[in-house]
């Protein structure tokens, strides 16, 4: 079996990931074990023929995507289209607190994402149309690449080449700044 062509990795560890918070959009920069993490993660894509580093333009990615750039010799190129999810008037609110107080909301996030709207951000479908839009354009691009992003991001690439779709999205592993294969034919006729 041929190696991956396109590689994701979410960005290391930040304080968030500890404290349950919808990160979303909002900045928080990775921790220590986080830059040990993006640290191991330029060890384990040396050696694998990466030729395009590419990187939400987050802090906490563009940190992660330059730790493993100065290991791979690669600047990373930064695209919007690989930003976490817009969560609007969740942005950085404790996952418990939302639960608690939008009981309702947070169902039906889980029970239907290919509808759920985030109050004042994106719906999940936006989210998974601009990541198969820059996939896309990555794997028309020179290869192997790889894409530092969010898990969000990476659980609707994921999702693409899942029969259930956003509905499969929480059944997908998504630990920091371990490297996920990405199979361009997930992107159908787009890729």
């Known amino acids: 079996m041929a190696p991956p062509t396109i590689l994701l990795a979410r960005h290391g560890e930040t304080d968030a990931k500890r ?6 959009r909002s900045e ?17 894509v040396a050696g694998r023929g990466i030729v395009r ?6 802090g906490r990615t563009v940190e992660t995507a330059e730790i493993v750039g100065a290991r791979i010799g690669l600047e990373p190129v930064l695209d919007e289209r690989l930003a ?26 889980r029970d239907d994402p290919e509808r759920f709207r985030f109050p004042g951000g994106e719906t999940l479908a936006e989210h998974q149309r601009r990541v198969r839009a820059a ?6 691009g020179p290869l192997p690449a ?8 990476i659980r609707c690439a994921l999702a693409l080449g899942h029969p ?10 998504v630990p920091n700044a371990e490297p996920i294969p ?10």
């Open 19 to 24: 404290r349950r918070i919808l990160l979303g």
């Open 28 to 44: 928080m920069p990775l921790n220590a074990v986080g830059r040990r993490q993006a640290a191991e993660l330029g060890e384990a």
């Open 53 to 58: 580093l590419y990187a939400s333009p987050m």
């Open 84 to 109: 976490e999810t817009d969560k609007g008037r969740w942005e950085g609110l404790a996952r418990a607190d939302v639960k608690a107080a939008e009981r309702d909301l947070y169902r039906q996030l």
């Open 135 to 140: 996939l896309t354009e990555i794997a028309r």
């Open 146 to 153: 790889l894409v530092v992003c969010h898990d969000g991001t």
């Open 164 to 173: 259930r779709g956003l509905s499969a999205r929480r059944e997908f592993t």
């Open 182 to 191: 990405f199979e361009p034919r997930w992107l159908g006729d787009a890729g």
